[in-house]
């Protein structure tokens, strides 16, 4: 049976409803789908309803009942799931197994189009290592009607698929961000991916969306790295060794740095690595989870102006993400072309006057993102944040 509770509970300013069964997340899962809810709406053990729906949810068949009737009745048919922060102490994502010489690396365009001349480099950086390379079919399109795209969303979204679900392949490295990611998202094989074996992702900037939905439909740590076709960023030793360990390695252990900075706000943290691009994140915003456990922000960006980055920040904190960051490592804003020579300070100015109030540690100048170096980070991973007083002196983010 589907019971639904009075819409009381409130959230980014409006009411909502949980719906739930009494008997089995498929007949749950196949109710919203029958009165339009989306998939999104799911959260642990029940689906949010906004206010307005609860009518007509209850004309399709829900049957209203208290909230404390449906914890009860969730906890007696064995489908209550209690909320992560309420469970023992935050511990990072699964780590899929090392690449080995001879593994597969599949190549997929979720965003923009890729130029064959920049992948040819990137190509040959993972031949070096040992690694067989595949390039799905659509990688190197372009959709004829929007020309930002790589191929159709669902064209893109069926190499990823076929992709994650190939036994064979052990990462899937995206050649390129750009913007698409999000189109493509949900028309995904989700039962499929769900059911293939572990495997890495790796890119950054669009791909931040893929990094934050996998991650989290997974339970996987996913690699915060420069994409196949970042030609630049590959040719930087550091920013390839740090790949290639991250990669090819067994796991780090605790107190392996992964990045320094610069301690803006003194403290130490700890708590499961989140984040990636900020346009990305805040964009997710109302479809995405804010996170549920203790975690680490990483924030990076590029060609946005400082009023731009104040109001995507201010978005993050009105809606309440922020409620479980313990601390934040800002990567490179890169400055637009036009922007002047002020225009970096200007951004950290903003970042300060927006995130110094959560009283958390912050550390600045960690060398993530779009400039030319771009060190690995192992998103879903616990992690350490350490920022020394004085403001300004030598900070890290390390493995937990």
Not at 32 to 50: L, M, N, T, W
Not at 119 to 133: C, I, N, P, T, Y
Not at 174 to 188: H, K, S, T
Not at 337 to 348: F, K
Request: net charge neutral; no cysteine.
């Amino acid at each position: 049976m589907i019971f639904i509770d009075p819409p009381t509970w409130p959230g980014h300013g409006r009411l909502w409803s949980h719906l739930i069964s009494s008997t089995s997340y498929e007949e749950l899962h196949d109710f919203a789908a029958s009165v339009g809810i989306p998939r999104r709406a799911f959260e642990r053990d029940h689906y949010d309803v906004i206010a307005e729906r609860y009518e007509s949810v209850v004309a399709a068949g829900a049957r209203p009942a208290r909230s404390r009737e449906l914890v009860a009745m969730l906890q007696a048919a064995g489908l209550r799931r209690r909320h992560r922060s309420a469970l023992a102490p935050a511990v990072g994502r699964r780590w899929p197994r090392p690449l080995r010489p001879g593994d597969l690396v599949a190549v997929v365009a979720p965003s923009g189009p890729v130029s064959s001349d920049r992948l040819a480099h990137g190509v040959a950086l993972l031949d070096s290592w040992g690694l067989r390379v595949r390039i799905q079919p659509h990688l190197l399109g372009r959709d004829s009607a929007l020309p930002y795209l790589a191929a159709g969303d669902r064209q893109r979204a069926a190499d990823l698929s076929n992709a994650w679900a190939d036994p064979e392949v052990a990462a899937v490295w995206a050649a390129r961000g750009g913007y698409g990611a999000q189109r493509m998202i949900d028309l995904l094989d989700w039962p499929t991916v769900r059911a293939a074996e572990p495997k890495w992702l790796v890119g950054f900037s669009d791909i931040t969306a893929l990094h934050t939905r996998l991650s989290r439909e997974l339970d996987l740590v996913t690699v915060h790295g420069p994409s196949l076709a970042s030609a630049g960023q590959l040719d930087d030793e550091l920013s390839v060794a740090a790949l290639r360990s991250l990669l090819m390695e067994s796991a780090p252990g605790a107190g392996s740095v992964l990045v320094e900075g610069r301690g803006l706000v003194a403290g130490v943290a700890h708590g499961r690595l989140v984040g990636g691009n900020l346009s990305l994140i805040a964009a997710d915003i109302g479809v995405e989870p804010a996170p549920e456990t203790s975690a680490i922000a990483v924030f990076e960006d590029v060609g946005e102006d400082a009023y731009r980055v104040d109001r995507m920040l201010t978005q993050l904190l009105r809606s309440r993400w922020f409620d479980q960051i313990r601390g934040v490592a800002v990567g490179e804003f890169s400055p637009g072309r036009n922007a002047g020579p002020a225009a970096a300070d200007l951004i950290v100015a903003v970042i300060a006057d927006r995130l110094e109030r959560l009283r958390i540690p912050i550390i600045t100048d960690v060398p993530v993102g779009h400039g030319p170096r771009n060190l690995a980070l192992p998103l879903g991973a616990a992690v350490t944040l350490s920022a020394p007083a004085p403001a300004g002196s030598p900070a890290t983010l390390a493995l937990a």
